[in-house]
């Protein structure tokens, strides 16, 4: 069916795909760039579909958003399904490692090649002692006070903290904005997650 365009509706079908694009882009993390391109493919595919618009069952603006919708999620899972390509897919540790090894991966890691290591950490026996006694050397240093706070934090959150009347929410992130220049004075740096499990 042939459908004639106003001057308004031809807008409306610009601004509905850029803002479409505009979303896409932002809730994929892809750079600013590629909105023009992304309300182009949004644009072409909504132009396509427009025979199948009737004014009687709604406004175009509604039918384009719906239509447009429906394309960002294609294009999105088109996006995403690339993404997984290139970053080699999904990884199980049942799979085998290698065609040459037929073993799962899982019997091939060793414990120094643990997840910590799959996830860029560094898994080096000697840098853990290094950094484990960095930890004792700083927290040696600390007032009861301080070292308190620490203890409550490793085995609660801050709001549970707070709900338990330890101190008030401001005054615990005053305190612990305190201890991190604290602990940055004595070479810890923002190494929290090391100090938790301390």
């Known amino acids: 069916m042939q459908i004639e365009l106003t001057p308004d509706d031809i807008e409306t079908l610009i601004l509905e795909a850029d803002m479409a694009a505009r979303?896409?882009?932002?809730?994929l993390g892809l750079p600013g760039r590629e909105v023009e391109d992304l309300g182009q493919d949004l644009l072409v595919?909504?132009?396509?579909?427009?025979?199948?618009?009737d004014r009687s069952r709604g406004s175009l603006g509604?039918?384009?958003g719906i239509i447009l919708k429906n394309q960002s999620s294609r294009i999105a899972l088109r996006i995403m399904r690339a993404r997984d390509a290139e970053n080699g897919g999904h990884l199980s540790f049942d799979a085998p490692r290698d065609e040459a090894d037929p073993r799962p991966l899982c019997e091939t890691l060793s414990e120094d090649d643990g997840l910590a290591a799959w996830y860029g950490q560094p898994t080096c026996v000697h840098l853990a002692f290094e950094r484990q006694h960095a930890l004792h050397c700083a927290v040696s240093h600390l007032s009861s006070d301080?070292?308190?706070l620490c203890q409550a934090l490793a085995h609660r959150p801050v709001a549970t903290l707070v709900a338990d009347g330890f101190a008030s929410r401001s005054a615990l992130y005053r305190r612990l904005a305190d201890l991190r220049h604290v602990l940055t004075a004595y070479g810890i740096g923002p190494a929290w997650d090391d100090f938790a499990a301390a």
């Open 23 to 27: 979303t896409l882009r932002r809730r």
């Open 45 to 53: 595919d909504l132009l396509r579909r427009l025979p199948a618009f």
């Open 146 to 148: 301080q070292r308190a």
């Open 62 to 64: 509604a039918f384009a």
